[in-house]
């Protein structure tokens, strides 16, 4: 436990100042995310070590380009070619085989969905990134603890043994009033009803997001996606809900933009 509190304390170190300062700060966090989350995906294949070389470099170089390319118009063509090279690798080379190269193309375009995400939340006002990290993080808490104290009846043992139904509405409801009341005194500029919707909807996406990475260990047979940060796993361990929230707040942003 206290491995994972100093842990949890040196994550809040590096993250904090990113969000509060942006600028560099903001580019290296990014830039965790992309390489080291990045690299834990495409480590679930068993092959990964056999792989041509420039393989992983050039899966993490295409992220950066479509992510940051000035001209935003061709970041899709610009995935399109980059997925055909990725397919076309099996061709000359029987170390990274089909399956390696739509495991590479999932990382292409998830990562590019969740940096591209965040970055558009960010420019639109940084006070969401806030507001989703709330809603994330107390539904993630108050499930653990309301599960732990009155927790009976199991959520999803097929993918995740320990979590409970009253874990899940409780994380839920405590997350949706916390995420309602920062929008609402803290963000002036949402209007009523669009605070209701991603009070409503983050905490629930959030643990959707939670299972379904644990689903993606359990298909690789894995438990944690590494163990680089000490008591709590991997990075994408502790973004599994926080890439669902991203992706679906930006989808709110767009439904609010029409």
Not at 3 to 25: E, H, K, M, V
Not at 34 to 47: D, V
Not at 136 to 141: A, E, I, K
Not at 234 to 248: A, H, V, Y
Request: some cysteine; charged content about 10%; glycine content about 6%.
């Amino acid at each position: 436990m206290i491995t994972r509190i100093f842990t949890a304390i040196g994550i809040l170190a590096f993250i904090i100042p990113a969000l509060l300062f942006g600028g560099w700060l903001l580019f290296a966090l990014i830039s965790c995310i992309i390489i080291l989350g990045g690299l834990e995906f495409l480590h679930l294949s068993k092959n990964h070590n056999r792989w041509p070389m420039f393989v992983k470099p050039l899966a993490i170089l295409t992220v950066y380009v479509v992510v940051f390319c000035s001209e935003k118009s061709l970041s899709i063509p610009l995935m399109g070619i980059f997925m055909l090279c990725f397919l076309s690798i099996p061709v000359f080379t029987e170390s990274y085989d089909a399956k390696d190269a739509l495991l590479c193309i999932a990382y292409l375009t998830f990562f590019y969905m969740i940096a591209n995400s965040f970055l558009q939340i960010y420019e639109a006002d940084p006070m969401y990134i806030w507001l989703i990290i709330i809603a994330t993080y107390c539904c993630d808490t108050a499930a653990y603890f309301t599960g732990y104290f009155i927790g009976k009846h199991k959520l999803n043992p097929r993918i995740s043994p320990k979590k409970t139904i009253e874990g899940s509405i409780g994380g839920w409801l405590f997350a949706a009033i916390c995420t309602f009341l920062f929008a609402y005194f803290c963000i002036d500029h949402m209007q009523l009803w669009e605070i209701i919707a991603a009070a409503a909807l983050l905490p629930f996406s959030g643990q959707i997001g939670d299972l379904a990475f644990s689903a993606i260990k359990r298909s690789f047979d894995v438990k944690d996606f590494s163990q680089l940060l000490p008591g709590h796993g991997g990075i994408l361990d502790r973004l599994d809900s926080l890439i669902f929230n991203f992706i679906c707040f930006a989808v709110i942003l767009a439904v609010i933009a029409l």
